[in-house]
């Protein structure tokens, strides 16, 4: 069973700060999702990772994934307070032709001037 | 295009009463899934869809039923409503089994 941990749950940053988010899951995978989650909303996707080594950006994001470590990561650069949101990272077991997810628990960023 | 859209937004519901909840996508995906979002577990899978006229059970399937009789449509029926399917529904669509995700605005359900 594919199991997919996120860390940390809660984060609290400064604007300007940088900081790092984990997404550890347990078994092989073809593809990692990352997505954004505003209070209230629907969840917005941010980055498809499709192979090991895999790095993606986005403004003050960047996302990287190792498939042998089964880790992937969410770095934010420079903070600043319009990224507070919740972050899910997502998997898809490899092997499966549908993608059906196993997301993580999610990250509660909050940041602050 | 509208995108993901779910109807309605709100729902409350006595215990054992049935609904069903609505999911429409215009983008001519094929694949179509339901999640639930439960405070501290991220979303778990309910059903999902791989085209019209096939369905398959997700990771919590129990209590819920959905059939997909066109490619736009996904409803999801709660058969007999009970305290513990209190939770914010969203339906998702997705061109091929690899491809991003996209997330109607969600249905929030309270079962007293």
């Known amino acids: 069973e594919l199991k997919v941990e996120q860390n940390p749950l809660f984060l609290s940053m400064q604007e300007g700060k940088n900081y790092t988010i984990y997404c550890n899951y347990s078994t092989t995978s073809d593809r990692l999702y990352w997505y954004r989650q505003d209070p209230g909303k629907s969840l917005e996707s941010l980055f498809v990772l499709l192979s090991n080594g895999a790095v993606k950006q986005e403004g003050r994001l960047m996302a990287s994934l190792d498939t042998k470590a089964r880790l992937s990561t969410l770095h934010i650069t420079a903070a600043v307070h319009d990224l507070s949101a919740t972050y899910f990272c997502?998997?898809?077991?490899?092997?499966?032709?549908?993608?059906?997810?196993?997301f993580g628990q999610g990250t509660i960023l909050t940041v602050h001037p | 295009n509208a995108g993901v859209t779910q109807t309605p937004k709100f729902q409350v519901l006595k215990t054992g009463q049935s609904m069903t909840l609505q999911c429409a996508q215009d983008m001519n995906h094929e694949y179509m899934s339901w999640y639930r979002q439960d405070p501290g577990m991220g979303l778990r899978l309910i059903h999902y869809?791989?085209?019209?006229?096939?369905?398959d059970q997700g990771e919590v399937p129990n209590g819920y039923n959905v059939s997909r009789s066109t490619t736009e449509d996904f409803p999801l029926r709660l058969l007999s409503a009970a305290p513990s399917q209190t939770s914010v529904y969203f339906c998702?669509?997705?061109?091929?089994?690899?491809?991003?995700?996209?997330f109607g605005p969600g249905t929030r359900l309270t079962v007293t």
């Open positions: 998702a669509s997705s061109y091929n089994g690899g491809s991003e995700q996209y």
């Open positions: 869809s791989v085209g019209a006229g096939i369905t």
């Open positions: 997502a998997v898809k077991a490899g092997g499966t032709s549908y993608g059906k997810l196993t």
